[in-house]
């Protein structure tokens, strides 16, 4: 594995021919699901209508070992963002249980949102967002990560109101675990890890990839956790600046200028980080699956089994 140096996206890692252990499937009618090393634990289905997805897990406590246990050693050597993207690449390239696989993937920062004063008397956790460190916006704003529905085993979520966009793929440990009290100490004490993110395109949504008990703990303190995504760029995407878009641009630019002397700091900041991204390559977000055909019963005989209200799971595999 290749990991360039970092840049204003982050850190990009060129991935040479891999198995990936986390995989993410297709199966025909708008039905995913995730397998990690050949074990379904999460189905997926998306509204004839493109109006929201409905989704199950299994509602399981025990690890995903995505990557391996991060020691507390680790946790108070390593101090910036940089830092933990680098650890992460190396766990996720090293770890037989992660979704790597031959391409190019990035690892973006995402940042807590500052809310106005009267924003945060009113502010509910739910709708706390972090906000991709990217030049693009890229992969997406996060949604929802500290809100109780990140941590629903099964249900729908809409894609019209889009209250939501993070899902856990395991159940986080009980609150009295000595997991949760070791990372609770990290909260306070400004040593917690980020939390490891997987922007899933087809979802149109982020999944917790590491982090369970380190998102709870950071819950449990009333703590912000520092959040980093991973994701995949479309490098299908045409890398060359519209033309006209960028002509378009500069005159844009110039007749803001015109009247550089009534322009304030933050008018002038838009108006040059504008001009600077219409000469950028444009950048896209995709995430690979594997096709699998032949097994939509499976699916549907999993997800039953998955969940137990049964009509819920009806709900979910499309039979209401």
């Known amino acids: 594995m290749y990991i360039s140096s970092p840049s204003e996206h982050g ?15 297709y199966l025909g009618q708008r039905k995913l699901r995730l397998s990690r090393r050949g074990e ?14 409905w989704m199950a897990r ?5 690890s995903l070992a995505v990557i391996p246990p991060i020691a507390a050693s680790e946790a108070r050597s390593i101090h910036t963002v940089e830092g933990w ?5 190396h766990a996720l390239a090293a770890s037989d249980g992660s979704p790597l696989r031959a391409g190019d993937w990035q690892l973006t920062e995402q940042r807590a949102k500052e809310e106005t004063l009267a924003e945060r008397e009113w502010l509910e956790p739910a709708f706390i967002r972090y906000e991709p460190v990217d030049s693009n916006r890229l992969p997406q704003d996060v949604y929802g990560l500290l809100g109780p529905e990140a941590t629903l085993h099964a249900g729908y979520m809409s894609w019209i109101s889009m209250r939501c966009e993070v899902r856990c793929l395991r159940s986080c440990s009980e609150s009295d675990a000595s997991r949760i009290n070791a990372w609770r100490k990290h909260a306070r004490a400004q040593t917690l890890p980020p939390i490891l993110l997987w922007w899933i395109g ?21 703590v912000r956790p520092a959040v ?8 299908s995407v045409d890398p060359r600046p519209d033309v006209d878009e960028r002509n378009e641009a500069l005159r844009r630019h110039r007749r803001i200028y015109e009247a550089e002397a009534k322009l304030s700091d933050e008018s002038r900041h838009r108006a040059n980080i504008a001009l600077a991204n219409a000469f950028r390559p444009p950048r896209s977000v ?14 549907t005989r999993e997800v039953k089994a ?10 979910i595999c499309g039979q209401v």
Not at 306 to 315: C, G, H, P, T
């Open 40 to 53: 379904p634990f999460f189905w997926a289905r998306v509204e004839r209508a493109y109006q929201g997805l």
């Open 202 to 222: 087809a979802f149109n949504m982020h999944v917790v990839l590491d982090g369970h008990d380190r998102l709870h703990a950071a819950k449990l303190e009333g």
């Open 58 to 62: 299994r509602d399981r406590p025990e």
């Open 306 to 315: 998955a969940v137990s209200d049964a009509k819920l799971a009806r709900k």
């Open 286 to 299: 995709r995430t690979s699956a594997t096709a699998r055909g032949n097994a939509l019963a499976e699916w």
């Open 11 to 25: 850190l990009t890692l060129t991935v040479e021919a891999r198995r990936p252990g986390l995989v993410l499937e």
């Open 85 to 89: 993207m680098r650890f992460f690449a």
């Open 228 to 235: 980093i995504s991973l994701w995949q760029p479309d490098v």
